[in-house]
């Protein structure tokens, strides 16, 4: 039997996407289903002054108008948060008056059609008793404080080793200035969405775009006043997640509160505007880096102080200290990060939290630094190398980023390039070259699956986890398959349900590591039960070994044996059920995947617009399951990277709080016409202490650095530093 694991295998749920048959969230039927619409706050601080709900409630069809006014009763306060929780976040659930941010949900219409929803919370007559609000990160800098721990990893608020200012000022080369990144916006295809069904008056089923089910199953149970087994949640597919799709947000409940008042199935699904503010984005960073070298190029102290929004009623920081603790190697180091208490609606989780934006500012500040000491910035790099974590004072599980440099600037060309800015043009074109550090943390949590083999040889695997369209269906069919010791196109692999064993929310690129060895471990655990099996009470047989088994159409093979599946496993299939733990080599060795990208840009000289010409990526990040899939995970991060370092900007009016800019029209990302020839390699060594398929998890590290590299070769084309993002043509006029 070859090995299908690493194969360019074909998404096996690729047929079903592209003939319109997988089934999303908001494709979701359910018999006398009403449709909800949301309606959100017009202001971004104050009260409702009233609330008239007389002309909305006589457009036809509506069945009901809620709000604050409706004693929608609740088990629990929505806006307690569990610290032991870190997706959950504080919800507006219609309990008061109240106005936080810009978009707040603070009522929703029900309807027997959508279009008579929508009409009637278009009547909808809210008046406001607005307050100023304060969204600019300069207005709460006197009451700016360091969190005792920061993001879903609970990294410090502050770190130190060494000291760094004796060696910041003793330092021969130093440089410090301020890098920023702007507030970004969830935009996945398919926007946020809830059905609620209600069996009875203790038992739920909610149809939701969760990247965390069952996460979405406890929150939403505790604040209803149910048993968690009686809150059903199903996610089986994804149209994109990054990070917005973790937690439960207000709109969830709202949809469960609002069918359990009418007494019948609700749909909401939030609309495009609805996206900014209440269901999360990435926060303002401002951070402030120092370097300090000595004159061949050795970094003697390095400190990253970050500013970052939350909203003014729940917690979250956007950790971009963390590459500056760890990724290269320094002796004196501090970090230190602070939040601002802001009007906006709670920051969360954006694809490579912390990551993303802290390795903007880290690469560019590596690349003003190679300049001033008149060094490859790739030369830099090699030169404060960490050859183990001295933030945690731990070796690496596995680090190839020696390896990713030199191939991705072999691939890339980089020895041909003229490192003095201004000095290269293809026609009118100022052309650009620049490269970046990728990294990102490998994470692994406890996950539960079952497997069955059945009589006619198929085999069902089924883990309840979520697919945000990676390719989790195909990699975990392919792990199955090679573990059991069938063809691919004998397994069906299940998810996206509560009533399936219990796995971890998909986020933090854990997915592959966490899901990917419980299968690993249920299939192979079901391959020994059916070699015991045949080998019982057969004295022949004690020499055998269960790689030998063979499996074939109903019936297993072994010393030449033949034996029928139903009769090994006396009845209709044989079972194995496995629960993993956590990663006990988490506490030994420090885990990330790392990278090296480098970056092509054509600027106009005259109008200052830029163009991405050309990237190239080459990763360590283990194992890659999927070759086909993990691919394009990597090119869809470096895409990303395009968007972040060009185009990305939620743009508020500072006077009113409102971001103005709420709409893909506005909001810009990019389009096919913005994206180069990208190019993707790895470097394919195993790391067998993150997973036990020797994989780690992919989904992020492929933005991190990108935005660095392309602001990089800006840097090169035109000899304007530019730290704040997005680099807009006016920036380098």
């Known amino acids: 039997m070859p090995s299908f694991t690493g194969e360019p295998l074909n998404r096996v749920d690729g047929k079903l996407k592209v003939t319109g048959r997988a089934v999303y969230t908001a494709d979701q039927q359910a018999p006398n289903l009403a449709h909800a619409v949301l309606i959100t706050s017009g202001i971004a601080k104050g009260r409702i002054a009233s609330l008239d709900t007389s002309e909305a409630e006589h457009v036809p069809g509506v069945i009901a108008i809620l709000s604050h006014h409706s004693g929608l009763k609740l088990a629990k306060d929505p806006t307690k948060v569990d610290a032991g ?8 659930l219609l309990q008061d008056d109240r106005v936080l941010y810009s978009n707040q949900p ?12 929508r009409d009637a919370a278009l009547r909808l007559k809210i008046r406001y008793s607005a307050e100023t609000p304060h969204v600019r990160i300069d207005q709460g800098l006197a009451q700016a404080y360091v969190p005792k721990k920061a993001g879903g990893a609970g990294d410090p608020g502050e770190s130190t080793r060494g000291d760094f200012a004796a060696g910041f000022h003793g330092a021969a080369e130093k440089m410090q200035e301020i890098y920023t990144t702007p507030f970004h916006t969830h935009s996945p295809m398919e926007p946020h969405a809830t059905i609620a069904v209600w069996e009875s008056p203790e038992k739920l089923t909610l149809y939701d775009t969760s990247q965390g089910i069952f996460g979405d199953r406890k929150r939403v149970a505790e604040l209803l006043g149910l048993q968690p087994e009686n809150v059903r949640v199903v996610s089986l597919f994804l149209g994109g997640g990054f990070g917005s799709k973790g937690p439960t947000w207000s709109h969830g409940v709202i949809c469960a509160l609002a069918a359990r008042h009418v007494k019948r199935p609700v749909k909401l699904v939030v609309r495009r505007p609805q996206m900014f503010g209440p269901v999360g984005c990435r926060s303002e960073t401002q951070q402030t880096l120092a370097l300090g070298a000595d004159r061949t190029g050795r970094l003697v102290a390095l400190e990253n102080e970050t500013l970052s929004h939350t909203s003014t009623f729940d917690e979250f920081t956007e950790t971009a200290t963390l590459p500056s603790r760890m990724l290269y190697s320094v002796p004196n180091n501090h970090t230190v990060q602070r939040l601002v208490r802001s009007d906006i609606g709670t920051p969360s989780y954006t694809r490579a939290p912390g990551e993303c934006p802290g390795s903007f500012a880290l690469e560019v500040a590596m690349d003003e630094l190679a300049y001033k000491l ?14 183990s974590d001295e933030d945690k004072n731990l070796p690496w599980s596995e680090k190839s980023l020696k390896e990713c440099y030199n191939r991705a600037a072999q691939r890339f060309g980089w020895s041909q390039r003229n490192p003095e800015p201004r000095s290269m043009r293809e026609g009118t074109a100022l052309t650009g070259w620049g ?8 994470r692994r949590s406890p996950a539960s699956a079952t497997a069955k083999l059945f009589a006619d040889g198929k085999v069902l695997v089924e883990a309840g986890s979520q697919d945000l369209g990676g390719g989790t269906y195909t990699i975990m069919t392919q792990i199955a398959a090679d573990q059991i010791g069938v063809p691919v196109s004998s397994v069906m692999f299940r998810l996206g349900d509560t009533l399936l064993p219990e796995t971890p929310v998909s986020g933090g690129s854990q997915t592959a590591a966490s899901i990917g060895t419980a299968v690993y471990e249920v299939c192979r655990a079901l391959r020994r039960k059916l070699f015991d099996a045949f080998v019982k009470g057969t004295p022949e047989m004690a020499s055998a070994n269960v790689a030998d088994l063979q499996i074939e159409k109903g019936g297993v093979t072994l010393g030449g044996q033949p034996k029928s599946i139903q009769e090994l496993a006396g009845g209709e299939y044989i079972e194995a059920k496995v629960s993993t733990k956590h990663n006990p080599d988490a506490k030994s060795y420090s885990m990330y995947s790392f990278g090296a990208q480098f970056a092509e840009v054509h600027v106009d000289a005259d109008l200052g617009t830029v163009k991405v010409t050309r990237m190239v990526g080459c990763f360590d990040a283990g194992k890659i399951l999927n070759a086909k899939t993990g691919r394009s995970q990597f090119i869809g991060g470096m895409v990303w990277g395009i968007s972040m370092a060009l185009h990305e900007n939620t ?12 709409n893909l029209a506005e909001y810009h990302v990019p389009t096919n016409a913005d994206v180069p020839t990208i190019e993707v390699d790895w470097i394919e060594r195993s790391d067998p202490h993150v997973s036990a398929m020797g994989a780690r998890g992919i989904g992020e590290i492929g933005i991190t650095g990108a935005a660095a590299a392309i602001a990089n070769a800006v840097f090169h084309a035109t000899g304007k530093r530019v730290r704040r993002l997005p680099i807009t043509p006016d920036v380098l006029l």
């Open 85 to 92: 929780s870190p997706a959950d976040r504080a919800l507006q």
């Open 106 to 117: 603070v009522a929703v219409a029900i309807a027997r059609s959508f279009e008579a929803a």
């Open 374 to 387: 008149k060094i490859d910035p790739v030369e830099l790099r090699l030169k404060n190398y960490a050859d």
């Open 435 to 442: 490269m970046a550090t990728s990294l990102y943390p490998a």
């Open 651 to 662: 743009a508020y009016d500072e006077r009113l709080g409102r971001i103005v800019n709420n």
